[in-house]
């Protein structure tokens, strides 16, 4: 019998199922048996399988591929030892039986047997935490994360104290906000930005220099706070602040986020996104554009209500209920997108007409073909 810490027992066992705690007796001779907690005790082998074994070493003899098989019935039967072994006993038989080396944890290369383990070392891999072979420039990275994850935490206390300071008028506070120069502190600075935004504009001279800071940091997270103040943002000054700098540096961006917003069925966020894509005017969005002149917001709504009593003609009675869920569609039209759609065709503008606009552009993308045939 196998402990669950690693040892082992040889003798008669015997499972006794005791209502308080379940234990195995183990008679290791005449004169002494063991109780061990069967929670541990990790296997038991009986006689049988110890005699089917027996059996099977004396015929597999000095056979590779018998050995390699009875290592297999090893392993199914939990004796695990005794499969290793006769998986070594496999390939001194048979040195290139492919699946026991393969279990021996070996690998070939350049024709020649290594084990995986020194072949992986041989290329400067390493094995991270979950026994995967990486590069040690992996294992660092991801330690630096764990240490850098730490410090962000630390920076969303540190940025909430500060703000807590100005707001009390602590002059100094500001400064130190200000001085902040450590990208780890875009996640915390970038959390203010997003959660201030309907704080009014006395929060305004705040606001701004946490959108600054995040232009000087220009993490991954630092734009995406950026990327949503220009979208979302309801104070004037601080959306065009941040819609102008990912003119310059983030366009890519800032169109990714802002075009699938123009299919929305909220006339809202189809306003949003193409006052915020005005900044960002593309020819090569002309058709979408078209598209979102007006847009249909479906609603549920509850028709009728309460209920009634009636009569047939035959003098009988009834009682039903008057009310249901229906779908009603309301068109929007949006300025907006039309004041886009003349920013890339200032010459022309067919109001909401979407075939006109559609015909137009279809037009400037097809160029009438010249004849081609000759006078006789």
Same mark, same amino acid.
């Given at each position: ?16 199922? *005791? ?60 004796? %695990? ?29 350049? +024709? ?22 990486? %590069? ?40 130190? %906000? ?7 502190? $875009? ?8 959660? *201030? ?87 090569? $969005? ?18 009728? +209500? ?9 003098? +009988? ?22 004041? %886009? ?36």
């Amino acid at each position: 019998m196998l402990l669950s810490t690693g040892g082992q027992l040889t003798g008669k066992v015997r499972e006794v199922d *005791s209502k308080k705690t379940p234990y195995v007796l183990v008679q290791v001779d005449q004169e002494l048996s063991v109780a061990i907690a069967k929670a541990n005790s990790r296997m038991i082998v009986g006689d049988e399988k110890l005699n089917e074994y027996r059996r099977q070493v004396v015929e597999a003899g000095q056979d590779g591929q018998a050995h390699y098989e009875l290592a297999t019935w090893c392993r199914k039967n939990n004796l %695990l030892q005794q499969r290793k072994y006769h998986l070594i006993r496999t390939i001194d038989l048979l040195p290139d039986h492919p699946n026991a080396r393969a279990a021996l944890g070996y690998t070939k290369r350049d +024709g020649k047997w290594i084990l995986t383990e020194v072949w992986r070392r041989n290329q400067g891999l390493v094995k991270d935490r979950k026994g995967q072979w990486v %590069l040690p420039e992996v294992v660092a990275w991801r330690e630096n994360a764990d240490v850098n994850d730490k410090i962000a935490k630390r920076w969303i206390k540190t940025v909430k104290q500060l703000l807590s300071k100005i707001l009390r008028g602590d002059a100094e506070a500001m400064v130190e %906000l200000k001085a902040i120069n450590d990208p780890l502190a $875009s996640r915390a600075i970038a959390k203010e930005l997003i959660d *201030s935004q309907k704080r009014g504009s006395s929060w305004r001279p705040v606001r701004m220099v946490w959108l600054q800071k995040l232009m000087e940091f220009r993490t991954g997270a630092a734009v995406e706070a950026i990327v949503k103040t220009g979208l979302l943002e309801s104070d004037d000054v601080i959306r065009e602040e941040a819609l102008r700098w990912l003119q310059s540096n983030e366009t890519s961006s800032a169109i990714a986020t802002y075009m699938p917003w123009l299919k929305s069925n909220n006339p809202q966020q189809v306003k949003a996104a193409a006052r915020a894509l005005s900044f960002f005017p593309n020819s090569e $969005s002309a058709f979408a554009y078209i598209d979102a002149l007006i847009t249909i917001e479906e609603r549920t709504q509850q028709v009728g +209500g309460g209920s009634r009593a009636g009569f047939d003609n035959t003098g +009988g009675g009834g009682f039903s209920q008057g009310s249901k869920q229906v779908v009603v569609k309301k068109p929007h039209r949006h300025p907006e997108v039309l004041q %886009l759609l003349r920013s890339i065709a200032p010459d022309v503008d067919f109001g909401y007409d979407k075939s006109a606009w559609k015909n137009y552009f279809a037009q400037l993308r097809s160029p009438p073909r010249s004849d081609l045939r000759r006078d006789s």
